[in-house]
């Protein structure tokens, strides 16, 4: 006969520590929750299932207080769960300085899944989600208002969502999907089909995506002042698309090798100082770059689009840059067998150059 245990922790005492591990056998095997009031509390949950046992974890914590700390850890190896999905948590913190990471495990071929969400409303929070396998759905949340909040998430596997929502001053974004190795004794999973969605605001925000295998997309909107992007992938047919609303803006887009890769970065009519950085290399790559100072002319426009391929006939590459005012600097530099580029400029000192 299965356990059953129900835990439930309240914890207000300074450093303490909580683990706890729960089986409810309607549809987890192992289900937590915790709720912690006060400050430099440590939670550390373990749910890790061998063997012959399948998965199918539930954590849930919530934490308010000050520099709290929360680790949880979940890990499928066996046949997926019939509910739909393997391990899921959920992790809440409502006070200054407080740290969360999640990591998670699932090497199934079927539709389970991953989940994992951290709700962060607080200043200098940080946040980590580490996950491998098919269909992981990482989400991180940081507050409006907030101060140097920092948020990290990475997938190795296919058909991965990693979705980020950071509205606040000082801002970190890391996402890295295909290229890190969390457990090196066991074998990295295949890399393709990933999805990541950024929603960033503030002043100095700093966005990195990093994305290896085929049929990735990206797609980030950024509003803040003095924003800082940059994108990376490799191999074929990804999509990387950046929009930024604000003041000072600097994107920049790489995809390197493969072949019918899309980059695109608009940077629109309150777009002051901002420039945008396109780099290609491959088969079949297209880029559009627009930036826009409709009648204000006070942009600093500068874009510089810049591609490479093989000598192969089929090997056409596009470049579009699109510039409204004020300062309207077009660099574009193509090296292949067949090459397309189109430059328009309407507002103020009017500078481009092509080189096929």
């Known amino acids: 006969m299965k356990r059953l245990l129900t835990s439930m922790l309240a914890i207000a005492a300074p450093a303490a520590i909580a683990s706890a591990q729960v089986g409810v056998p309607e549809a987890y095997r192992n289900a937590t929750m915790i709720e912690q009031i006060g400050s430099a509390n ?97 989400i991180i949340r940081q507050g409006e208002l907030t101060t140097e909040p920092r948020a990290r998430l990475e997938q190795n596997g296919t058909n991965n969502f990693a979705d980020i929502v950071q509205t606040s001053n000082e801002g970190v974004v890391l996402v890295n999907q295909g290229m890190f190795d969390w457990a090196p004794s066991e074998t990295l999973a295949q890399s393709a089909d990933n999805l990541v969605t950024v929603l960033s605001g503030g002043i100095n925000p700093f966005i990195k995506v990093e994305q290896a295998g085929d049929a990735n997309t990206t797609d980030i909107i950024e509003s803040g002042v003095n924003g800082v992007i940059d994108v990376t992938s490799t191999a074929s047919m990804n999509t990387s698309s950046v929009e930024q609303f604000g003041v ?9 090798t493969g072949s019918v890769n899309d980059a695109g970065i ?59 005012g004020a300062g309207n600097l077009a660099i574009v530099d193509q090296k292949s067998a067949v090459a397309s580029s189109n430059i328009e400029q309407v507002g103020s000192t009017h500078s481009a ?4």
């Not at 000072?248 to 390197?256: H, N, S």
């Not at 945008?276 to 009648?295: C, K, P, V, Y």
């Not at 150059?353 to 096929?356: D, F, I, T």
Request: charge should be negative; aromatic fraction near 4%.
């Open 266 to 324: 608009s940077q629109h009519v309150d777009d002051v100082g901002s420039s945008a950085l396109i780099e290609q290399s491959g088969i079949g790559s297209t880029s559009l770059i627009e930036q826009r100072d409709t009648d204000g002319l006070g942009g600093g426009n500068t874009a510089i689009s810049r591609q490479s391929g093989t000598n192969w006939v089929s090997d056409l590459i596009r470049s579009t840059i699109v510039q409204d």
């Open 353 to 356: 150059s092509v080189a096929q």
């Open 248 to 256: 000072d803006g600097l994107a920049t887009i790489e995809q390197l």
């Open 42 to 138: 440590r939670t550390i949950v373990n749910q890790r299932f061998g063997g012959g046992t399948a998965g199918a974890s539930n954590s849930q914590i919530l934490q308010v207080g000050s520099q709290n700390r929360i680790h949880v850890s979940q890990a499928s190896h066996i046949a997926a769960n019939a509910g739909g999905f393997d391990n899921y948590a959920t992790v809440e913190q409502r006070s200054d300085a407080s740290r969360a990471t999640v990591h998670q495990i699932h090497d199934y071929t079927a539709t389970a899944t991953n989940e994992a969400i951290i709700l962060q409303r607080s200043n200098l929070a940080n946040a980590t989600i580490m996950q491998r396998g098919a269909r992981n759905y990482g």
